[in-house]
């Protein structure tokens, strides 16, 4: 899919660009994501969620564990697994939900 079909969000912290989104209901999305600041504590409830650097630098806390995260870099969340992210960096995000829920809980 070309950018310029893609469905745009802004949020604190973060923004992107979905190429396949929840309401396409396909078991999965996938977004792009820059990251400017901060994305809040989540915990992922039946959704693994995979993010892959493709620039930039930060940090990705999984659970407890703080890791510096950089180009090229692969993080995976599983279901029952906490995360936040920051820094400046693009992420490519893919989620796969097998119900169609997506669901994470704010912390």
Request: zero cysteines; proline letters at 3%.
């Amino acid at each position: 899919m070309k950018i310029d079909k893609t469905k745009h969000f802004d949020q604190d912290g973060f923004s992107g660009d979905f190429y396949v989104s929840n309401e396409d209901k396909k078991g999965f999305n996938a977004l792009r994501v820059s990251v400017h600041g901060k994305h809040p504590r989540k915990k992922m409830i039946d959704t693994t969620r995979v993010y892959f650097v493709i620039d930039g630098e930060g940090t990705f806390t999984l659970n407890e564990t703080k890791h510096n995260a950089k180009k090229n870099d692969l993080f995976v969340v599983e279901p029952g697994n906490e995360y936040e992210y920051e820094g400046t960096m693009n992420l490519f995000e893919f989620n796969v939900s097998p119900n169609n829920s997506f669901k994470a809980e704010l912390l």
